[in-house]
């Protein structure tokens, strides 16, 4: 499943140099991820509520080609992987989103399934399996 979630550079995604400040790019794809959730038909809120279980990001890395600013407009598209019963990644890249425009920026997350009762990992749920592996 592959999923692209458009977006504006804001100011407050900024530092004093005028640039997106280097955490501002992983909440923005955060923001893709939850974006994805709901387009798959996942209720985002649900999804993020203590049901059993918990899904945190375990790691998380990027790596920052080009600088963006204020007023960019930007596409993020993101692929999520399964790698075990209980983890999953998700595969970002951040372009302008000019066509034929070079990648501003690539980042990954890795999450982990555990139990919120005892925090020990469980298999991933049925519909996020799904929405990992959809198309």
């Known amino acids: 499943m592959s999923f692209v979630y458009s977006r504006t550079i804001h100011f407050a995604d900024t530092d004093a140099a005028g640039v997106v400040f280097f955490a501002r790019y992983l909440a923005i794809c955060h923001e ?3 974006e994805a959730l709901a387009a798959a038909g996942i209720n985002v809120f649900r999804f993020f509520s ?10 998380s890395n990027a790596d920052y080609l080009r600088p963006m ?4 407009k930007v596409k993020v598209s993101l692929k999520p992987i399964r790698l075990t019963e209980d983890t999953f990644a998700i595969d970002y890249e951040i372009r302008r989103a000019n066509p034929g425009s070079k990648l501003v920026a690539t980042a990954r997350t890795c ?6 009762a005892t925090r020990e990992r469980v ?4 519909a996020l399996v799904a929405w990992i592996t959809a198309g």
């Open 32 to 34: 893709a991820y939850e």
């Open 69 to 72: 600013v204020c007023g960019d």
């Open 111 to 116: 999450h982990v399934c555990l139990s919120s």
């Open 123 to 126: 298999d991933l749920p049925e």
């Open 50 to 59: 203590d049901n059993g279980v918990v899904i945190p990001i375990s790691k």
